[in-house]
């Protein structure tokens, strides 16, 4: 009976070590997101897989790390030498305009017409602001759009506004989040974007991600 819980503790001290061993060097990895800034595919509290093994890709859930900022997870949206531009609100990759129909953006919405669909919204967890008495700001996808019937006017930051944590981490530009670029991606380094794209501190704020700040793919989303 010694010997059997003896073995136990050895085989459970080995199990630690192997866990760990694969947690610090992101063979494989858990998380659970405490963010909301990749809804819908990602919501707070979802536990996500991710690894070292999975190499980065376009759309692939990429989990870094930039100095002096906390472990960050992002949807990549371009590649080494890729040139990306954002044109009231629309992604372009190479000239050409992405096609992102589950990515929320902020459309403008009159009262009674978010009264009929509230209870989407509060289940869906969109954002929600006051634009003013009759007039609400919501993030939803073109998806959802569709779903619902929906034909709304998109909310988007004019061209003459500069966004100042923009500019800190693009010196000598003008950008803001809806109207940035072109910028070219260097080699080893890749540009991701917030699925919430509102909502997002993202490589529009904190520039591009080196490959090195890369510690995992995320490999179930």
């Known amino acids: 009976m010694k010997k059997s819980l003896t073995a136990v503790a050895v085989i459970a001290f080995v199990l630690v070590c192997l866990w760990y061993l694969l947690k610090v060097t992101y063979v494989f990895a858990v998380y659970k997101v405490p963010t909301d800034a990749n809804k ?10 991710a690894s070292r093994l999975a190499e980065p890709g376009l759309n692939k859930f990429l989990c870094f790390q930039k100095p ?44 009674a017409t978010l009264n009929s669909i509230i209870g989407y919204v509060t289940v869906n967890g969109h954002d929600l602001y006051t634009v003013n008495d009759s007039t609400a700001s919501v993030a939803i996808s073109k998806n959802d759009l569709r779903e619902l019937k929906l034909n709304l006017q998109r909310r988007v930051t004019a061209k003459d506004s500069v966004n100042e944590m923009i500019s800190k981490a693009y010196p000598g530009t003008h ?3 809806d109207n940035f670029g072109p910028v070219k991606i260097p080699a080893n380094s890749y540009f991701v974007l917030g699925d919430d794209r509102h909502n997002a501190a993202d ?18 989303k």
């Not at 819908?40 to 897989?49: L, Q, R, S």
């Not at 954002?86 to 589950?102: A, H, M, R, S």
């Not at 490589?203 to 179930?220: C, L, M, Q």
């Open 40 to 49: 819908p595919a990602i919501k707070p509290g979802d536990v996500i897989y």
């Open 175 to 177: 950008y803001n989040e």
């Open 68 to 111: 002096g900022i906390p472990l960050s997870i992002f949807r990549c949206v371009g590649l080494p030498n890729d040139v990306i531009e954002i044109k009231t609100g629309i992604v372009y990759k190479n000239g050409q305009p992405l096609d992102e129909p589950w990515v929320w953006n902020e459309y403008l919405i009159n009262k």
């Open 203 to 220: 490589s529009r704020y904190i520039g591009f991600i080196n490959k090195d700040e890369i510690k995992a793919t995320v490999i179930n």
